[in-house]
């Protein structure tokens, strides 16, 4: 397959990822690169905002927090030298900005998405709390439906994900989900969005690049 046509299958997907995810009451968007994706999100977020991130390899290869903060924007996001009580007011405070970034760990050709979480913020703050949550997912996460979502996020973006934390767990060994009981374990809870939550402002972000896990 040509270069030319690679591309135009990869937009026809994005596409038809972009129509369902619409019709389950999301707005979304598609960009060719991170960095039209980068520019769109920092017109839609402005200036002096309070901005929590949740935690997004997509979102750091993107540069958002340092695009952002660039506009005078807050930067809500904890650290990995904070205190356990020190990352929890940094999530209280992150669940009631006005925007919040998070990336799904896998968007589904129906217009799904889903996310896994060890702690929990991040699940919790993709459901209710800010303002206007941005979703950024590269091309690499668009999946059929749910059930190969909840694979993909296993046995695809777990295991990176731990070699990246430093965490020991079996899947690192092994290349897939091995449901441990590792007390290191960071796949403790899933959130899937069917259709948008009421109140809320979603938008996705869908970008024709490999971006995260």
């Known amino acids: 397959m040509t270069e030319e046509n690679l591309e135009k299958l990869n937009f026809m997907t994005l596409e038809n990822a972009k129509k369902a995810l619409e019709k389950n009451g999301f707005k979304a968007e598609i960009f060719k690169t991170?960095?039209?994706?980068?520019?769109?999100?920092?017109?839609?977020?402005?200036?002096?905002?309070?901005?929590?991130?949740?935690?997004t390899v997509t979102g750091a290869q993107m540069k958002l927090a340092e695009k952002l903060a660039e506009k005078n924007n807050k930067i809500i996001v904890h650290l990995p030298q904070m205190s356990p009580e020190q990352k929890r007011e940094t999530w209280f405070k992150a669940i009631s900005a006005d925007f919040y970034f998070a990336s799904p760990q896998a968007v589904?050709?129906?217009?799904?998405?889903?996310?896994?979480?060890?702690?929990?913020?991040r699940c919790a703050a993709v459901t209710w709390g800010?303002?206007?949550?941005?979703?950024?997912?590269?091309?690499?996460?668009?999946?059929?439906?749910?059930?190969?979502?909840?694979?993909?996020?296993?046995?695809?973006?777990?295991?990176?994900?731990?070699?990246?934390?430093?965490?020991?767990?079996?899947?690192?060994?092994?290349?897939?989900?091995?449901?441990?009981?590792?007390?290191?374990?960071?796949?403790?809870?899933?959130?899937?969005?069917?259709?948008?939550?009421?109140?809320?402002?979603?938008?996705v972000i869908l970008v024709n690049e490999s971006l995260g896990y």
Request: aromatic share 6%.
């Open 34 to 55: 991170k960095e039209e994706a980068a520019d769109y999100i920092a017109a839609l977020v402005g200036e002096n905002k309070n901005v929590g991130f949740g935690g």
């Open 130 to 203: 800010p303002r206007h949550i941005i979703l950024p997912a590269g091309i690499n996460k668009i999946v059929k439906d749910q059930e190969e979502g909840l694979w993909r996020m296993r046995n695809i973006a777990a295991i990176p994900n731990n070699l990246r934390l430093n965490k020991k767990n079996p899947c690192v060994k092994t290349g897939k989900c091995e449901d441990c009981a590792s007390p290191e374990r960071i796949c403790n809870l899933v959130t899937m969005l069917w259709k948008k939550p009421k109140v809320t402002e979603y938008t």
């Open 108 to 121: 589904t050709l129906d217009g799904k998405l889903v996310f896994i979480d060890g702690t929990g913020n």
